[in-house]
């Protein structure tokens, strides 16, 4: 009997037994189905493979990782860094939110009661669904002319984009068909049949002409109702089975949750050095299983390869690929996993040289751009840096000029190899004393290996010191007792030769009771403050862009106006991101009368590296573009007089930048506290 | 069809539609099927497409090495060739007849 | 000797042109097919008297084809005699295309290949004394075996090739067993009812796959520039003709014993009825009697032509031999369930050779061998080339020992 024919809540009754019930049957069966295969693959694809990595801890600080978790999730709280493709992935995934969860009311809303009588619940969840699927649309239309029509250069197609799109497409659009077939045949006697609760779905009902004569009209609806759930059906049974990027639903929620909460730029220090037989990685299983998830969360969306300066100078450095190559390894690797084989732990194909070249992995700067963008937070750097590890402690594979540091590291505590006895010459002109003459002080200056043999930043140690001693700051330095921090070591993948000068400093630096460390040099700063800490040195280490803006806001420092300059300040990365510190040096700037602060494209999270980190300074760069001398075109485009740095290295790079390009009288490079020092004489002085 | 409810908009598209019922000839009724049926075909041989596609790229995930590749594909296509022949046939068939 | 398998070039002009060919023969089958679907069953020359027509015939000779290629190449991996390595891949691929086609025809023979699915869904389980519900497991899983079978071979994995070999073989007895014993079983069909049916089949398969085996292997392998080792083909005439006698044997049995309980006159239908061309001339003839001749007498029996004769002769006229079990027997009037028939459509005992049925056979028939071909240019499915010495292989050739 047909429902139009019967009052209206029988009617309904009637819709619920023949149509809606079945489909919550059948629904239910698919639904475990499905489950239970996602069970499986998960542990036989994913998880037995994690587990062959190296053990890490990543699961203390529950709460912590939950808010992170949801912020993202929820807030994308990445992906709008970017506004288009951003708001792209928030439309679809906010419209499958909402497609889900009307669905999933209306589904069960027979068992709880909820549509006898129709409840605003259930009204409010159908016009959920319509919703979503109109956003899904929305988003879906962005990604795909984005993707197709205007080919930005990080997005590299698969097979599998094309598949993902058109089924998706499918889906939403046999959806919206199925609910206006149904609603044609019940000739819109339920409630939700309304444009207020369905508006797609309604006008679709009258703009669809394909309704004839009764008995082919349920059977029209079961088709459309097949058409619907099969490709739904394929959908998620291929996500389950295939790599397909579609698992970043459940994997990058997982890579989010289990993300490093240690402090960002910190490298892990080898485990059990003195009784370890390797150093680094040479197959894909010595990395840790946190690592290999890094590998599979990732979505090949490109974000790290737009901003990182190694790719943008066009050398062969792009982390999209390095996750990517190493992904690929893994899965055929761990291909024997699937038929109940077991893997050779040891095969002739080492990832760095083979899956990763070499001169991708010495193109690295560290500057931590990628993972920073990344939306999943996956960081590339450390993987780069135990394949680095491997070539330098077991093979000795590194580029040659860096053989010459290494050596002055050990021998001279210095990367240039210059007699350390000179260390402290330029502060003898100041008449600073070293902790042995007096170790009483409030605390150590650590001027670091640039300001102790470099003439140029020796000037910044010496503004330095004119300002401590002008605000009235007992300090001392170790003098010739400072080694170098060793963090170019560390960064080159000489994990020894680091701990042999981290160990030495840390015993210096204990002996004379030292609490607090000032330091000028962001490498030294980073390494002091954060990894020091894993060699038992626990001290409090300030950088000197705190320290002057805390003097500032004191206003234990009186500036006066100097003449009208522009300048853009270059964060340091390993001030910036490695630290979180962006601000105070901006404060510093814009606390002196006569700067105007402008600031480049690229600042802040997403400032454009010198070029100088990850070890680089002291090797040559053969390929591609000088990344110093693009970070100059981008100031020089400003139209700025000064950069404003706070990093010795960065100093020096974007010095030689500026003789590079030829623009010396255009624009000049100065260290923060050479600009703060020349605003604090007594007469103003031009810069 | 579903209650207008006052909306502006489904007044306006029924009026339409009254209108174009009552001018549209029975060739245009069915040259609409053949629409209809056309975007039928295309939307059933999308799923198809990423049946098929779907199935090649799991297959290589779990391990078919990629020299069997070009032939899954050509015996794939053909299978496609024919499940839209028979497509094409059974919609012709039974496709129901349109009313605007 | 390690053996290395290739494809083929597949640029000449007269492979192109075969691909072409073969190609515009599939899209008949498309033609055909909407034509067909359409129209309805009317269109061919089926009735409801002889209700399997030229589609079922195809069905069942290509099923006995595949079965008996995968039996061949079992000599190689499953019997372990090397000197039939250089066709086993060719035999394996060629059962499972020829398995694909006799489901093409089964599935068109439906009318409404869509509902296709009932079978699984609703018959299953529910009905499994009919021997279309046994039938349809045995194909899937012997579809399923043999693509598996090829995959180890191409992967190079002998024992593993060797095991499901030998499941293979086993499976492929039951699955042409299990064919004829569809027709076998039906009791009000005197033509079709016996118990040795099934082993008729087989028997029929055997040589029909034998002969396709070797006539494939000559003309795959002079089209393509490969020597053949003549004992190779001679081996395999020697095995064929063996499998002619047990043909023999069984059809004569077969038929011998129908001229006893319950009568003889369906048996005299089929001797002398409108069909008995079928059944002397392709059957009798030239599916035994000519091949048997060409294969026993000594100048032509160790000769390649003689046995390149003798297999085509077997290929028709096992055709000829399906075609005379089908027709003559869905032709002879059932004397069991008299009146339940009400009216005849077309003529009574004449079934006509229609185009849109010719067709549809003709484009399937072109379908397989353009994937064969295909197939050829893009797996590794023939030996190299150059420098193949049969001579230098381990181990005799068994088959030529036994026939002396």
């Given at each position: 009997m047909h429902s139009s024919h019967l009052p209206f809540w029988a009617a309904q009754q009637l819709v619920i037994d023949e149509i809606f019930l079945p489909i919550l049957i059948g629904f239910g069966v698919i639904f475990l189905g499905l489950t239970a295969l996602f069970i499986f693959f998960f542990w036989r694809t994913h998880y037995r493979l994690w587990l062959l990595g190296k053990p890490d801890r990543c699961s203390d600080q529950v709460l912590k990782r939950l808010k992170t978790l949801l912020a993202v999730t929820f807030g994308h709280v990445r992906f709008w860094k970017e506004s288009l493709p951003g708001a792209m992935h928030f439309f679809i995934f906010i419209g499958t939110l909402l497609i889900f969860l009307g669905k999933g009311i209306r589904l069960f809303s027979f068992l709880t009661g909820l549509t006898i009588p129709p409840q605003t619940i259930y009204l409010v969840a159908s016009l959920m669904s319509e919703i979503g699927g109109l956003l899904v649309l929305l988003g879906g239309g962005i990604a795909v002319v984005r993707r197709y029509a205007f080919k930005p250069s990080r997005l590299d197609s698969k097979p599998d984009d094309k598949l993902k799109y058109v089924l998706g497409f499918i889906i939403l659009i046999t959806g919206y068909l199925v609910k206006s077939y149904r609603m044609a045949i019940t000739e819109g006697t339920l409630p939700t049949d309304s444009y207020v609760w369905a508006p797609v779905s309604t006008a679709l009902t009258n703009i669809m002409f394909i309704q004839t004569s009764e008995p082919l009209n349920d059977l029209l609806v079961w088709h459309r109702v097949l058409i619907h759930a099969i490709p739904a059906t394929i959908l998620v049974g291929y996500m389950i089975v295939s790599h397909s990027s579609l698992q970043h639903l459940f994997l990058s929620p997982l890579n989010i949750y289990f993300r490093?909460?240690?402090?960002?730029?910190a490298l892990n220090p080898i485990p059990n050095f003195e009784e370890a037989e390797t150093y680094g990685a040479k197959e894909i299983f010595e990395l840790t299983w946190k690592q290999l998830l890094d590998l599979e969360a990732c979505t090949n969306c490109g974000r790290c390869q737009d901003h990182c300066p190694a790719h943008l100078s066009q050398k062969p450095l792009s982390p999209k690929k390095v996750i990517q190559d190493l992904k690929t390894n893994l899965h055929q690797r761990g291909r024997p996993l699937l038929w109940g084989g077991s893997i050779q732990k040891e095969s002739n194909n080492s990832i760095p040289g083979e899956v990763v070249s070499e001169d991708s992995l010495w193109a690295c700067t560290f500057c931590l751009n990628c993972s920073e963008q990344c939306p999943v937070f996956i960081p590339s750097y450390d993987k780069i840096i135990e394949m680095r590890r491997y070539l330098v402690?077991?093979?000795?594979?590194?580029?040659?000029?860096v053989r010459e540091v290494f050596r002055n590291m050990e021998r001279k505590s210095n990367p240039w190899g210059i007699e350390k006895g000179i260390r402290s010459d330029w502060a003898k002109d100041w008449g600073v004393k070293t902790l042995a003459e007096d170790p009483e002080v409030e605390l150590l200056y650590y001027p670091g290996c640039f300001k102790g043999f470099d003439d140029r930043n020796k000037k910044v140690a010496i503004s330095m010191v004119r300002i401590l001693r002008r605000v009235g700051v007992k300090f001392g330095i170790l003098g010739t007792e400072e080694g170098c921090c060793g963090d170019p070591a560390r960064r080159i993948g000489n994990e020894y030769l680091y701990k042999m000068l981290a160990e030495g400093n840390i015993e210096t630096m204990k002996r004379y009771r030292v609490k607090k460390i000032l330091t000028t040099c962001p490498h030294c700063y980073n390494t002091l403050k954060n990894e020091y800490t894993q060699f038992g040195g626990n001290f409090e280490v300030i950088h000197q862009t705190e320290f002057l803006n805390d003097l500032i806001q004191q206003n234990r420092l009186k500036m006066r106006e100097i003449d009208p300059t522009t300048v853009a300040y270059h964060d340091s990365c390993y001030l910036g991101r490695f630290n979180n510190i962006y601000e105070p040096p901006r404060r510093i700037l814009s606390s002196i009368p006569g700067i105007q602060l402008k600031e480049m494209e690229r600042s802040h999270h997403r400032s454009f590296c010198c070029g100088g980190g990850g070890g680089r300074?002291?090797?040559?760069?053969?390929?591609?573009?000088k990344i110093n001398e693009m970070r100059i075109d981008q100031a020089i485009k400003l139209g700025v007089h000064v950069i404003a740095t706070a990093c010795p290295y960065c100093t020096t790079m974007l010095t030689d930048g500026v003789k590079a390009r030829g623009v010396e009288e255009k624009v000049r490079v100065l260290d923060i506290s050479e600009l703060l020092e020349t605003s604090l004489a007594d007469e103003p002085k031009k810069i | 069809m579903a209650e207008p409810d006052h909306c502006f908009i489904c007044y306006f598209a029924i009026g339409l539609l009254q209108v174009v019922n009552a001018l549209v000839s029975e060739e245009l009724k069915m040259s609409l099927r053949v629409v209809a049926i056309a975007i039928e075909v295309i939307i059933l041989m999308a799923m198809i497409y990423c049946f098929f596609l779907g199935l090649k790229l799991t297959l290589s995930d779990l391990g078919l090495q990629p020299r069997y590749d070009r032939f899954l594909k050509l015996v794939l296509t053909t299978l496609g060739i024919f499940i839209l022949t028979f497509f094409i046939a059974h919609l012709i068939l039974f496709y129901p007849g349109i009313i605007p | 000797m390690q053996r290395s398998y290739v494809t083929i070039e597949g640029k000449s002009r007269g492979y192109y042109l075969l691909v072409t060919l073969l190609g515009l023969g599939s899209v008949l089958l498309l033609v055909g097919f909407i034509v067909s679907y359409l129209k309805g069953q009317q269109v061919w020359g089926v009735s409801n008297i002889i209700p399997w027509g030229q589609l079922i015939i195809f069905y069942i000779y290509f099923i006995g084809l595949s079965a008996g290629a995968i039996i061949i190449s079992s000599l190689s991996y499953v019997l372990k005699w090397d000197f039939y390595k250089p066709i086993t891949r060719l035999a394996v691929f060629m059962g499972i295309l020829l398995m694909l086609g006799a489901m093409f025809f089964v599935f068109v023979d439906l009318g409404r290949p869509e509902k296709f699915w009932r079978l699984f869904a609703y018959y299953f389980l529910n009905n499994m004394t009919s021997m279309f519900v046994i039938n349809s497991i045995f194909y899937v899983v012997y579809m399923t075996l043999m693509v598996f079978y090829l995959w180890l071979i191409f992967e190079n994995k002998k024992r593993w090739a060797a095991i499901v070999g030998t499941l293979d073989v086993i499976w492929a007895i039951s699955v042409h067993m299990g064919t004829g014993a569809i027709f076998g079983l039906i009791g009000n069909r005197e033509i079709f009812f016996s118990p040795i049916k099934p082993f008729e089949f087989l028997a029929a398969a055997l040589t029909s796959g034998t002969s396709l085996i070797i006539l494939t292997t000559l003309g795959t392998f002079k089209f393509t520039g490969r020597n053949i080792h003549k004992d190779l083909i001679l081996s395999l005439g020697n095995l064929l003709s063996w499998l002619i006698y047990v043909l023999l044997v069984l059809v004569f049995v077969d038929k011998m014993t129908h001229f006893y309980f319950p009568g003889r006159d369906p048996v005299l239908y089929l001797f002398a009825g409108n069909y008995w061309w079928l059944f002397w001339l392709f059957q009798i003839g030239m599916g035994i009697l000519i091949p048997l001749c060409l294969l026993i007498h000594p100048r032509t029996k160790r000769t390649m032509k003689g046995v390149s004769f003798a297999s085509l002769s077997v290929m028709i006229g096992v055709f000829g031999e399906r075609a005379a079990l089908v027709l003559p027997g869905t032709a002879y009037p059932q004397h069991f369930f008299p009146g339940f028939i009400e009216g005849m459509w077309g003529k009574p005992e004449i079934f006509p050779i229609t185009v849109w049925e010719s067709l549809l056979c003709l484009g399937i028939v072109s379908y397989i061998a353009l994937l064969f071909v295909l197939g050829l240019k893009f797996l590794e499915i023939l030996p190299a080339r150059e420098g193949e010495d049969m001579a230098a292989l381990e181990g005799s050739n068994p088959l030529l020992k036994a026939s002396g």
């Open positions: 490093s909460l240690k402090q960002k730029g402690l077991m093979e000795a594979r590194y580029p040659s000029e300074m002291w090797m040559e760069e053969h390929l591609g573009k | - | -």
